[in-house]
């Protein structure tokens, strides 16, 4: 079966670097784009990175461009996203997400806390 598996969150001061990693299992992993999404406390969960099957095309939220770099590793199944210049209003659960046919398939998440 399909899974995902966050890691690498965790608390970080304002302007510090944090690196998440999702491993994947259970689907052809390199025959998919991958994305990141993260949830803040009272708000919807959104958007904040995607890749390609083979990592030649990326996107990000406008709020992370610049700052976030997201990658991807196609023999090991792993899909990484490098934060950087973190901010307080980064604070969230990170999820990593691959949509198989119309059906999203996502991980448990990964608390980043951005706190002096």
């Known amino acids: 079966q399909v899974q995902l598996v966050e890691s690498g969150g965790g608390l970080v001061q304002p302007g510090g670097s944090l690196r998440l990693s999702c491993a994947a299992s259970?689907?052809?992993?390199?025959?998919?784009?991958m994305s990141w999404y993260r949830q803040a406390p009272g708000k919807e969960r959104e958007l904040v990175a995607s890749i390609t099957r083979s990592g030649g095309i990326t996107n990000y939220a406008d709020s992370v461009k610049g700052r976030f770099t997201i990658s991807r590793d196609n023999a090991k199944n792993t899909v990484a996203l490098q934060m950087n210049s973190l901010k307080p209003e980064d604070t969230a659960v990170y999820y990593c997400k691959v949509q198989i046919y119309s059906r999203p398939y996502w991980g448990q998440g990964t608390q980043v806390t951005v706190s002096s």
């Open positions: 259970g689907f052809t992993f390199s025959s998919y784009a």
